[in-house]
Nanobody, 124 residues
Framework: QVQLVESGGGLVQAGGSLRLSCACS????????MGWFRRAPGKERDLVAA????????YYVDSVKGRFTISRDNDKNTMYLQMNSLRPEETAGYYC?????????????????WGQGTQVTIST
């Protein structure tokens, strides 16, 4: 059974940066397209960015383009999300999961289980 462990969240001021990590175990990480999702209080969990397993091609929702960078290290079974110029409205729990190609803002996860997520809080 695949297990996902997110880390790297925290409290930062608006305009600050964080780097999130997603460690995958119990499965063949390298064959999954992977994505980062976030869920703000009272809202749905939505895709933020995704990356293919074949060539590491990234996808970003419009609101994070130019500020976030997704990457992966298949040898380490780990995915990353570098987040710069953070905004208060991006305060949320951030989660990783496998996703299907093609990617879009409405892409959903494909693994039934979620990790505990990592909380990102951006202060004004």
């Amino acid at each position: 059974q695949v297990q996902l462990v997110e880390s790297g969240g925290g409290l930062v001021q608006a305009g600050g940066s964080l780097r999130l990590s997603c460690a995958c175990s119990g499965g063949t990480f390298s064959v999954y397209h992977m994505g980062w999702f976030r869920r703000a209080p009272g809202k749905e969990r939505d895709l933020v960015a995704a990356i293919t397993w074949t060539d590491g091609k990234p996808y970003y929702v419009d609101s994070v383009k130019g500020r976030f960078t997704i990457s992966r290290d298949n040898d380490k079974n780990t995915m990353y999300l570098q987040m710069n110029s953070l905004r208060p409205e991006e305060t949320a729990g951030y989660y990783c999961n496998a996703v299907l190609w093609p990617f879009s803002a409405t892409t959903k996860s494909t693994l039934g289980a979620w990790g505990q997520g990592t909380q990102v809080t951006i202060s004004t």
